[in-house]
Nanobody, 123 residues
């Protein structure tokens, strides 16, 4: 069975940093495009970042460019999201997602989703 388990969220002051991790199991990890999305309470999900099979290509939403970095370690079946210069508007549940194949991942059409980890940024 497919499992995506996020960790690393928490409380942080504006300007601070967090590193999120997503551990995947039940999939051939290196054959999947991986992504991060976020969703605030009462809001829809929005794309944050994605990374190709080997990490050679990345995509970012405009609102995180220059602040967030997505990476992956295929040997550990793990994708990361390094978040710097956090802003209160970054407060949301952050969800890991996986899609089979070479998806150009600027959207939210993914096959599997984790339950999320909460990031709260105080002002």
């Amino acid at each position: 069975q497919v499992q995506l388990v996020e960790s690393g969220g928490g409380l942080v002051q504006a300007g601070g940093s967090l590193r999120l991790s997503c551990a995947a199991s039940g999939i051939s990890f290196s054959s999947y495009t991986m992504a991060w999305s976020r969703q605030a309470p009462g809001k829809g999900r929005e794309f944050v970042a994605a990374i190709s099979w080997s990490g050679g290509s990345t995509w970012y939403a405009d609102f995180v460019k220059g602040r967030f970095t997505i990476s992956r370690d295929n040997g550990k079946n793990t994708v990361y999201l390094e978040m710097n210069s956090l802003k209160p508007e970054d407060t949301a549940g952050y969800h890991c997602a996986a899609r089979r194949g070479a998806y150009s991942g600027m959207g939210l059409n993914y096959d599997y989703w984790g339950q999320g980890t909460q990031v709260t940024v105080s002002s």
